[in-house]
């Protein structure tokens, strides 16, 4: 009986023992847990990739890689020069629309060529230099050359003015037909670039957040941005100036048919006297 109840009296020792090593958990009773359960790799969180804290176009500049940089400085050049040509362009073609108009007027308000010079003065005008080629023909050719080969060589000399006018006025143009060319695909290899080096960013911090390849990709598209921004004024411009030295061409061209008609009312006020002294010697035959 004794023996029975020691029995009894152990065994419940050790279930308070057990039971208690279980409530504490032990080290030991955990791995052996742990380890009857399946491990679950969890994948790597990638954290929120921090952006600039300015994303103006200066800042994107600032943070662009030297190649778009490049670009971005030559397509802003680009656009000095267009709107410094419209600037001065403008002015000139002005001064020069003005003057020609005002040569107009003077040409049709005399009778005789040699009286022209005298109301232009010293003025560098395309009417002014039609008038001067214009004398210097009728003063190299003599009374007794024929008139009709004289106005034709006053015309060629008129032409080769109004040629020149032209091509003066227009110096100038072939710049904004070059940007307007050539500026959006200047742009789109920027855009190009910058694409590529994010593209690469990309694989280097192996993953796929829009956050870390945002910036790159809006550095990319301000060179677009900037290429269409230096291409569209300068054919607008080129285009407007285009059709404003087609107008002065023509009124040169006004002009120079006004210095040739006073050339030839003086060539035909000369021609009478020639006339006459021929007569008597076409008699005598």
């Known amino acids: 009986m004794l023996h029975r109840l020691t029995l009894l009296m152990e065994s419940t020792i050790r279930l308070a023992i057990l039971?208690?090593?279980?409530?504490?958990?032990?080290?030991?009773?955990?791995?052996?847990?742990?380890?009857?359960?399946?491990s679950i790799s969890l994948a790597p969180v990638v954290g929120a990739a921090e952006l600039p804290r300015d994303l103006s176009p200066w800042g994107m500049f600032t943070a662009a890689d030297s190649v778009v940089k490049a670009v971005l400085i030559g397509l802003v050049i680009a656009s000095f020069v267009t709107w410094t040509v419209w600037l001065a362009k403008t002015i000139e073609l002005?001064?020069?629309r003005r003057r020609v108009r005002d040569g107009l007027r003077i040409l049709?308000?005399?009778?005789?060529?040699?009286e022209v010079p005298q109301h232009f003065g010293k003025k560098n005008s395309a009417t002014a230099r039609l008038v001067a080629a214009a004398v210097t023909e009728l003063r190299l050719s003599d009374d007794g050359m024929d008139c009709d080969g004289i106005k034709d060589r006053v015309a060629t000399r008129l032409?080769?003015?109004?040629?020149?006018?032209?091509?003066?006025?227009?110096r100038g143009t072939g710049?904004?037909?070059?940007?307007?060319?050539?500026?959006?695909?200047?742009?789109?290899?920027?855009?190009v670039w910058g694409i590529m080096n994010s593209f690469i960013g990309i694989s280097q911090s192996q993953t796929t957040n829009l956050a870390v390849v945002a910036p790159g990709i809006a550095e990319a598209l301000l060179a677009t941005a900037f290429g269409l921004?230096?291409?569209?004024?300068a054919v607008v411009i080129y285009n407007v100036f285009s059709r404003q030295i087609a107008t002065y061409r023509a009124l040169v061209a006004d002009a120079s048919a006004e210095v040739l008609n006073l050339a030839g009312r003086d060539l035909d006020r000369r021609a009478p006297p020639l006339r006459r002294t021929q007569a008597p010697i076409q008699a005598a035959e």
């Open 19 to 38: 039971a208690l090593m279980v409530v504490i958990g032990l080290p030991g009773i955990g791995t052996a847990q742990e380890s009857t359960q399946p």
């Open 94 to 96: 002005f001064i020069a």
């Open 108 to 114: 049709a308000s005399v009778r005789l060529l040699a």
């Open 159 to 170: 032409e080769r003015v109004e040629a020149n006018g032209g091509r003066r006025m227009a």
């Open 175 to 191: 710049v904004l037909a070059t940007i307007g060319a050539t500026a959006p695909f200047v742009g789109l290899f920027g855009t």
């Open 229 to 233: 921004a230096a291409a569209i004024p």
